[in-house]
């Protein structure tokens, strides 16, 4: 089956220059696809450079290496972006781990919702931007009762339902969720995960999820990569990940993962990933969809995976 790419970065990198020597290189040399319609995962300890991928892709940092292209369009480069500027400002939609954060305080959340659809100047599909608002809610599991409050009178996960429908009014084909769940309830991350999953069914839009918790990205994404330092180490279906981690750093990483069975649990060993071990290297297909980083020796993969 031959399957679209929606967004296919490649060698990306973006240093911070904290001084003239200092310098942070959050993401280095970067190279993966998204696929249309798939669920793709970006797993990492903190500081590995997740969101500032996240953040490259939606267009809030210019890498300073390398090539985004979201429908070939290649949105690094000014000319092209400005020209195709409000497509990618209406078809790609970010949702934050923190919408205490991103959600404007002081307005209810008929006019949180029914913003970006007036800063677009769209046309509400449902008659009013009221009614989309009240759609959108409903579609996410929020009382239209929701409709007047301001965020200060919700609970965390109303709120994250709140900032999902925001998004979702802009009917997306891309969904970026930067730690989605990470602020909420063990209970009330279920609920999201699932409601994701709902929505990405049904939708069918194109959905990145990055996260810290190993156990949702299982259960939600198709495939999945891994960060470690700026650098994408492994990258594979998302079973095949799971039940056969290649590299040192992604071992570890799973070994991590409580298991529900007490016995089982009990005999659990936690793996150490030596730092010493990682070095330059390039991603290498060892099988078909699974791409490790390994150190190189002359031949170079783009990671097209
Ligand atoms: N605006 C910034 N200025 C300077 N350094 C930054 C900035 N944003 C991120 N960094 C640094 O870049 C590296 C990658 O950060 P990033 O936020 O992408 O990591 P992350 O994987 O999303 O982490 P977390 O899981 O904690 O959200 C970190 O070392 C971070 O300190
Ligand atoms: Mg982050």
Redesign the pocket.
């Known amino acids: 089956m031959c399957k679209e790419v929606l967004v296919d970065v490649k060698h990306l990198s973006h240093h911070?220059h904290?001084t003239k020597k200092a310098v942070?290189r959050?993401?280095d040399d970067v190279s993966f696809q998204i696929f249309e319609g798939e669920i793709f995962g970006l797993v990492?300890?903190?500081?590995?450079?997740?969101?500032?991928?996240?953040?490259c892709l939606m267009n809030v940092y210019e890498p300073q290496a390398g090539t985004i292209r979201y429908h070939g369009i290649n949105i690094c480069n000014k000319k092209e972006f400005q020209k195709n500027r409000k497509m990618l400002q209406t078809r790609r939609q970010i949702i934050f781990?923190d919408s205490t954060s991103s959600l404007n305080q002081r307005m209810k959340v008929a006019d949180i919702i029914s913003e970006p659809m007036k800063i677009h100047h769209m046309t509400p599909p449902r008659g009013s931007c009221r009614e989309e608002a009240k759609f959108q809610m409903k579609y996410v599991g929020l009382d239209e009762s929701f409709l007047d409050r301001y965020p200060s009178e919700l609970s965390g996960g109303q709120r994250q339902r709140v900032a999902i429908a925001r998004a979702l009014s802009m009917e997306p084909e891309f969904l970026v969720a930067?730690?989605p769940i990470a602020s909420l309830d063990v209970s009330i991350q279920a609920q999201v995960v699932n409601l994701f999953r709902h929505l990405q069914q049904e939708h069918g839009f194109t959905f990145l999820f990055?996260a810290?918790d190993l156990a949702m990205v299982e259960y939600l994404c198709d495939r999945v990569g891994v960060?470690y330092h700026?650098r994408l180490v492994e990258l594979a279906p998302s079973k095949e990940l799971f039940s056969n981690p290649l590299h040192g750093y992604t071992k570890m990483l799973l070994s991590a993962i409580p298991i529900p069975d007490p016995i089982r649990e009990r005999k659990r060993k936690l793996l150490l990933y030596d730092e010493s071990d990682f070095g330059e290297g390039a991603l290498r297909e060892v099988s078909p969809g699974h791409f490790v980083l390994q150190p190189e020796k002359g031949g170079h993969s783009d990671g097209e995976a």
């Open positions: 911070f904290l942070i959050a993401v990492g300890e903190s500081g590995s450079g997740k969101s500032t991928v996240a953040r781990q930067d730690e990055i810290h960060m700026g």
